[in-house]
């Protein structure tokens, strides 16, 4: 024990030498003291607790919020979606949307009628190709819509037949359309009725060759069953025109 003199009188300083807390005496003592007995802290005392106390729970409660949220968002901006109710897209189908656009077909003939007549037929080619690689029949005085790959295609088409032969001159040319992914775009096409006696033998030989050209890159309504159908309503209603008689190309 240091003892300290001042005049006359002697004082204590201290309580004593410390123990290093590596050392044997300290363990002991640690050991001899009892364990700590301390209630849970009731939730309506946590008001009556002292301001400094209540404000770091505070802080230490919004820290945790906060990084919960970055964590959220930082999942998200990644693509990373998780939830029972979130579900991630499929690759195959976020490639399909960003890679895909659609064109639309409104198409009008006077007279035409879906029952006895063949369909028109529209023909794509990319703008960089000489091939059309798309061909569809697309019925008459209606709508119809076509899942292409993005990019630029040249659009023409093919003149439906009627039951009684009759021919009509399709928009002339070809029209660039562009096909952009995601996007809808709409190309209505007006088909002019030619009286059937105006007609010629080449002109009814010229559209079952072209049809039969296209039929090679058709897509399902020209092909297997439907195609077999198309081509031999074609045959039929062309074959009830007066200025023309059984035709048939070589290949068929």
Known sequence: ??????????????????????????????????????????????????????????????????????TLIAGTATGIVSGPNLVA????????LTTHGFLEFSVMAD????????????????EDSEEYTVCRAVPANTRDIIELDEGRYYLSWITPVDADGTLY???EGETLVNIQAGHTITRPATFTRVPVVESTFGDYAATIDIV??????????????????FM?????????????????????
């Open 169 to 171: 001159i399709p928009p």
């Open 212 to 229: 039969w050209e296209a039929m090679a890159h058709g897509d399902e309504t020209l092909t297997g069953e439907a195609g077999e159908a």
């Open 1 to 70: 024990m240091r003892m300290v003199t001042e005049g006359n009188t002697k004082q204590k300083r201290g309580t004593g030498a410390k123990l290093a807390l590596h050392s044997p005496s300290a363990i002991r003592l640690l050991k001899s003291q009892p364990a700590p007995t301390t209630e849970p802290l009731d939730p309506r005392e946590f008001l009556h607790t002292e301001a400094h106390i209540r404000r770091r729970v505070y802080i230490a409660a919004a820290i945790v919020v906060i990084a919960l949220a970055a």
């Open 232 to 252: 031999r309503k074609l045959q039929e209603n062309a074959n009830e025109a007066p200025n023309f008689f059984i035709y048939v190309p070589e290949e068929y």
């Open 89 to 96: 897209p499929a690759q195959t189908q976020t490639s399909a």
């Open 111 to 126: 007279g035409w009628d879906a029952e006895t007549s063949t369909c028109p037929i529209a023909r794509l080619r990319p």
